[in-house]
């Protein structure tokens, strides 16, 4: 009597499709629950462990929801991978499929055996046999038909021809095809999520010394950022500012007559995050400023700070919108320890847990407001301190309708609530850069950045400085630190930004924080913006190289190199499908010169290391070679505080 078959557990299909091991897949976000970030038109890196039992040759590939396959190859240790490309921004996922397989393991064994002199009978017999059960398209029924032939005549060489190989790696049958249980989810943005160079401006003080600036002036700045080679244009918010408990200059709790106010506290009888402060101008005027900048290849991102200031309409029209405390007061808002004397909290969860949604929703519709006016960037103010299904939920309803929305988290906050943000959407993150100085400590953070899981999710957002932080290393570095800080910025992450003044070396500071005396949150400012000793040289250059080399673009393929000096960061960025190799050489020290010995990565080329380098001075111009793997470097903190060097491998020189 055969043994029962009906096993309780799990069908015999279901035990066939699981022979092969699929694990450790990446990208994959705690176990699919949030998607991983893909570019349109970029290669996303797909890999998994993939093997089975036995000595059988296996194949694995990467399957899209339209049926379309890409093959997987063996890397290493088990490990299988391939690249994939989305074209389209919007959500996307990925499959993975592992086989047997047959006509591979027949192919190499036979191989074997008739090298070792050995008869092959019958293996032509199984060759027949598996070729039975390949299913040719029309084009491919003739070879087809010709390897059965073979196989019946005993023509084991014809059989065994990479012709045949590539033939049956298409059409061959597949054992104990097994898929992975839950497809992966995946983001696919559009290129500016991952590469964009962001200028902070305050339209305020855009106008002329002595008057509130407007949208108008802002378009006669245009020119200004467009050259500097920026993409981004970003403003604080633009909104009607309270009067009550409005702040005075340099975070004076009260206001004296004519200052501005911080604009971070939005409403006023004028209106709230959907009305613009009528001394920037009128609706229209927006709308024109966003063409002028559409025109010249500038996108205006806008500052979404959920704040009201006591004045906000809403504090009328939706009482129960705004958190109160026992006494019925509403609540000021804080960001322990500073205090945010000028605003209230907003309410988002009801007192029996439920989300206040009437709020939830009316907080979607300021981003479709604005996505209505043609701004698909948003820089979001303090995110970490309002609930994560709440972003969750706003990111994935402005999505549904502008795919291509991109929302910059500023988040200083710790660094597992930052990955969590990014988790649950927001498409570009600020960091720790602006505390980052030391050689050890700007190689650590990247090297988590680049390489750490957060990397296929996180996008980093280096931004040098902005309203809220001059940075320490800036109060003293002088103009020196101020170009490295920027050419850092721009070639180390995929994003980066300035706040304006950066480019002018302003280093004015309140102490003892890293805040700017006279900070433009409060007041106006005027600057003469070619005033002697700017960078402005600096950020067109590496503005323009990160336009022209492909090799700046994914800021993952950073890597480190050994530099003699620890006050040398020497890195490179290298593209190799498109040709494009750069190297960086900083000297953080802005005080002092560094002579060094360095290594010219001559390996990354498969170059011996007595081979030789064609090398570009991105600086000036002038081209050379590198003869052998060991140089000598002079930088200086006034002459030259950094080296950029595009190389010409010897291949890509034919
Ligand atoms: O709390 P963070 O350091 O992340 O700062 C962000 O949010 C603050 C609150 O929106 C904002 O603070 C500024 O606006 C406040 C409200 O008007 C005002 O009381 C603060 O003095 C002023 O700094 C900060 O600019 C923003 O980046």
Redesign the pocket.
């Known amino acids: 009597m055969s043994p029962d078959t009906k096993f309780t557990n799990s069908s015999l299909e279901d035990l066939a499709q699981r022979r092969m091991v699929i694990e450790a897949v990446s990208p994959l976000i705690d176990g699919g629950r949030f998607a991983a970030k893909a570019v349109a038109g970029w290669p996303l890196a797909v890999s998994a462990d993939i093997f089975g039992d036995g000595h059988e040759v296996f194949a694995a590939a990467v399957v899209l929801p339209d049926g379309s396959e890409t093959r997987m190859a063996f890397i290493d240790n088990d490990r299988w991978g391939c690249e994939v490309t989305f074209d389209t921004p919007g959500p996307a996922r990925f499959s993975i499929i592992a086989w047997r397989d047959l006509w591979g393991a027949w192919a190499r064994d036979t191989r074997k055996k008739i090298d070792a002199g050995q008869d092959v009978k019958v293996e032509l017999m199984e060759a027949a046999q598996i070729i039975a059960q390949a299913k040719a398209p029309k084009g491919e029924a003739k070879a087809l038909k010709a390897l059965a032939t073979a196989a019946r005549k005993g023509d084991a060489e014809t059989l065994l021809t990479p012709d045949a190989a590539r033939l049956m790696a298409r059409i061959g049958p597949r054992a104990n095809v097994t898929r992975i249980e839950r497809d992966v989810p995946v983001w696919v943005d559009r290129e500016r999520a991952a590469f964009s160079a962001w200028y902070e401006l305050f339209p305020r003080s855009a106008g002329p010394e002595g008057r509130h600036g407007t949208f108008r002036d802002v378009i006669d700045r245009l020119d200004y950022v467009a050259d500097l080679g920026f993409d981004v244009l970003y403003f604080p918010p633009i909104h009607p500012i309270g009067t009550t408990n409005r702040?005075g200059k340099n975070?004076a709790l009260r206001a004296e007559p004519g200052d501005v106010g911080?604009p971070?506290?939005i409403g006023a009888p004028e209106g709230g995050m959907t009305e613009v402060h009528p001394e920037l101008g009128t609706l229209d005027d927006f709308d024109a400023l966003v063409a002028a900048a559409r025109d010249k290849d500038l996108e205006i991102a806008l500052d979404i700070?959920l704040?009201a200031s006591p004045d906000h309409p809403w504090i009328d029209e939706h009482p129960d919108w705004f958190e109160r405390r026992p006494d019925g007061t509403i609540k000021f808002?804080e960001?322990p320890p500073?205090k945010?004397?000028?605003?209230v909290n907003f309410r988002y969860y009801n007192d029996d847990g439920t989300p206040n949604a009437p709020f939830w929703a009316a907080v979607r519709d300021i981003f479709l407001f604005w996505a209505g006016h043609g701004v698909l960037c948003f820089r979001v103010?303090?995110p970490h301190t309002k609930p994560f299904p709440f972003w969750e939920w706003i990111i994935t309803e402005v999505r549904a309708q502008h795919p291509g929305a991109i929302f910059l988290s500023?988040a200083?906050t710790r660094p597992k609530i930052m990955k969590r943000l990014a988790k649950i959407g927001f498409n570009q993150s600020y960091t720790y850069y602006t505390w980052r100085n030391t050689k050890g400590e700007l190689a650590e953070y990247l090297t988590e950045l680049t390489t750490e899981e957060c990397a296929d999710y996180m996008r980093p957002n280096f931004f040098t400085n902005?309203?809220?932080i001059n940075p320490y290393f800036n109060h003293s570095s002088g103009r020196p630190g101020f170009r490295t800080r920027a050419i850092m910025a721009a070639s180390l992450s995929g994003n980066w930004g300035l706040y304006s003044g950066f480019e002018l070396c302003e280093d004015d500071w309140l102490p003892p924080k890293d805040e700017y005396l006279n900070s433009e949150?409060y007041e106006l400012k005027h600057r003469d913006y070619d005033a002697p000793g700017h960078i402005k040289d600096d950020i067109r250059l590496i503005n323009r190289i990160r336009r022209t080399e492909p090799a700046m673009r994914d800021f993952r393929n950073l890597r480190f190199y050994n530099a003699s000096d620890d006050r040398v960061l020497y890195y490179g960025r290298f593209d190799e499908a498109a040709g494009s190799y750069l190297l960086f050489h900083v000297l953080i020290d802005p005080l002092n010169p560094a002579h060094f010995e360095f290594e010219v990565p001559l390996w990354e080329f498969g170059l011996p290391d007595d081979g030789s380098i064609g090398v570009t001075d991105m600086l000036y111009g002038n081209s050379f070679d590198w003869d052998g793997k060991s140089h000598f470097l002079g930088l200086d903190p006034h002459e030259r505080p950094y080296a950029i060097w595009k190389l010409s491998p010897p291949e890509a020189a034919e």
């Open positions: 702040k975070n911080s971070y506290a700070a704040n808002a960001n500073k945010y004397e000028d605003i103010d303090n500023e200083f902005t309203p809220d949150k």
